[in-house]
């Protein structure tokens, strides 16, 4: 079976940067995704990691390491339309979600 | 990206009746489609995943009679909740994924139903 977890809320400041940890265990390994999701909305994909180390995308970055079951997802300069839930995936033909993080971006 | 259009946006129905929810994938052949639900402040718990021409394939817990699957051609794939209740309001979100070419492609999603049952 798989086991994903992520903390509940996070609350940040205007401009600030914002550190989202996802921890996971697995039988297999094929790739971590994270996605944004709005109240309400479809979630949109963010970024995908299937090898260890840093993807950066803009303001977005995220961080796998395989050997410790551990991602992250790391918001830069944080504009309040980035108050949203963040989910992180495992990658098994079909996705296993995490329960999200609630970022509230606060001015 | 890719775009997948769920429909409708949101419905209210009477408790007992049926109500069918429509996932078309507009620009890309969808080899597999998953359905999901998802209560307030919850995360996505899959329902079903299903492949083109095939019977889908349900998760643990949800009953295949009450929740019809059908995904008959390579652009659309349906729901149908089938005399609902109200502990069946939710929100359904379809998923759209091209595997042809390997795993390491992304998840479209549809734009979420708003099921509301009375």
Known sequence: GQNIDQPTEMTATEGAIVQINCTYQTSGFNGLFWYQQHAGE???FLSYNVLDGLEEKGRFSSFLSRSKG???L???ELQMKDSASYLCALNDYKLSFG???TVTVRA | GAVVSQHPSRVICKSGTSV????RSLDFQATTMFWYRQFPKQ???LMATSNEGSKATYEQGVEKDKF???HASLTLSTLTVTSAHPEDSSFYICSARDL???MNTEAFFGQGTRLTVV
């Open chain 1, 99 to 101: 329960a999200g993080t």
């Open chain 2, 68 to 70: 019809l699957i059908n």
């Open chain 2, 43 to 45: 995360s996505l718990m």
């Open chain 1, 70 to 72: 551990y991602s992250y």
């Open chain 1, 42 to 44: 479809a979630p949109t």
């Open chain 2, 20 to 23: 069918k929810i429509e996932c």
């Open chain 2, 100 to 102: 042809g070419d390997g």
């Open chain 1, 74 to 76: 790391l918001l830069k």
